[in-house]
């Protein structure tokens, strides 16, 4: 059996996509099919439709979504028809050793959606399913555990953003590094993820907390979420700006949240003795950066890699809604606009532009029940 959905499809690398009926299977006995309310756009979705991580074409992209469970597979016991849920690209089987030990964002275990994607044209063509989730589409089938329970009274496109930008920065913070209160933080690049960092280093009881942009408006709205102090990157001379604000110090911990080169290469200069380099960002593949292993050795640096925040999903956005319900995170207010599928490479170009935090696709609901969510909290302004 199948369903037919309307889907955002990338045809050729850095050409805009194209609007397409497509074919998608039904779950099988571990999956579940959850009808997309909305998805954010994420600057991996940006380098994936310009071809920078290469990858099969046609595809479907888009992994930072929110939706209500559509259908469960026959071995699904823990979700039902309607729950509301944010969709992730983290596929995990919570048996394997990396997921024993908590780590389920390096699971090594294998799916039958890794190899055959439940996408297809109405030709029979097969279309990739982008990121394990291709969520830039009225609906997707994935993995158990992709599909994490969450509050109704968050709306949908603020849910979105949990799936990656704020599960990525604020566990690159949280998980990653494991910001203790009182130790300084320098974020580079107050995008989608960076925000959240910044966000996180709050929580945590950092301080300073400086953040690192070529935006004022950027740097603007991290003072809003919580630094303490911001040094635009093209205007000043970040080692001096930083010792300015920690008593002529470097910080404890530097966050790169962007991809672009330069703040790679510059990020480990920033860093003070016994501190950490926390690599979060994921540049094109073949960008590569230099270190002098003499001075991390001889100062006691640590370099850390952070894929999607070292998320464990479910006790971790629980614990993001948690705060947003305290008023303590932010994430009504970081949804940049919103727009249909139609008007995609519309917010695709806002995106890529570098002028939006988080532009958002939102979907009308067609064969869900749509009694509105109660919620706690304005809804995000839409696009003009």
Not at 324 to 330: G, P, R
Request: glycine residues 10%.
């Amino acid at each position: 059996m199948s369903t037919t959905i309307r889907a955002a499809v990338s045809r050729r690398f850095g050409e805009p996509m194209t609007i397409e009926d497509v074919v998608l299977r039904d779950p099988g006995p571990d999956e579940v099919r959850v009808e997309i309310d909305a998805c954010a756009i994420c600057h991996s979705d940006l380098l994936y439709l310009e071809g920078a991580w290469g990858g099969d074409l046609p595809a479907v992209w888009g992994h930072e979504a929110a939706g209500r469970i559509a259908a469960c597979g026959a071995a699904v016991s823990d979700l039902r028809v309607g729950d509301p849920v944010v969709v992730t690209l983290i596929r995990h089987c919570g048996a394997c050793a990396n997921c024993a030990r908590g780590f389920e964002v390096a699971c090594t275990a294998s799916f039958p959606l890794d190899t055959e994607s439940p996408l297809q044209a109405p030709t029979g063509e097969s279309i990739t399913h982008g990121l394990g989730t291709a969520a830039f589409a009225e609906q997707v089938v994935v993995h158990r555990s992709q599909a994490i329970p969450i509050d109704s009274s968050v709306p949908a496109a603020s849910a979105s953003l949990l799936a990656c930008g704020v599960l990525t920065g604020a566990g690159a913070v949280t998980n990653t590094a494991q910001v203790p209160a009182g130790a300084s933080v320098a974020v580079i690049g107050i995008g989608g993820v960076g925000i959240h960092s910044v966000q996180a280093a709050r929580l945590a009881g950092a301080d300073p907390i400086i953040a690192i942009d070529v935006n004022p408006d950027k740097l603007e709205l991290a003072r809003e979420v919580g630094a303490t102090h911001t040094v635009n990157a093209a205007t000043e001379d970040l080692a001096v700006a930083i010792g300015g604000h920690t008593g002529g110090a470097m910080v404890d911990y530097v966050f790169v949240t962007t991809a672009a080169k330069p703040a790679l290469d510059g990020g480990a200069a920033l860093v003070a003795p016994t501190g950490a380099l926390v690599l979060v960002g994921m540049p094109a593949t073949g960008v590569t950066t230099e270190l002098d292993p003499g001075t991390v050795a001889s100062l006691n640096q640590r370099i850390l890699g952070s894929k999607m925040g070292t998320a464990s999903p479910a006790p971790d956005i629980a614990a993001l809604i948690g705060h947003y319900h305290a008023d303590e995170l932010m994430l009504d207010e970081l949804v940049t606009a919103t727009y249909p599928l139609d008007r995609i490479d519309e917010a695709i170009a806002s995106s890529r532009a570098g002028h939006a935090i988080r532009n958002v696709i939102v979907f009308e609901r067609t064969d869900l029940p749509s009694d509105p969510p109660t919620t706690t909290k304005s809804e995000p302004e839409s696009s003009p």
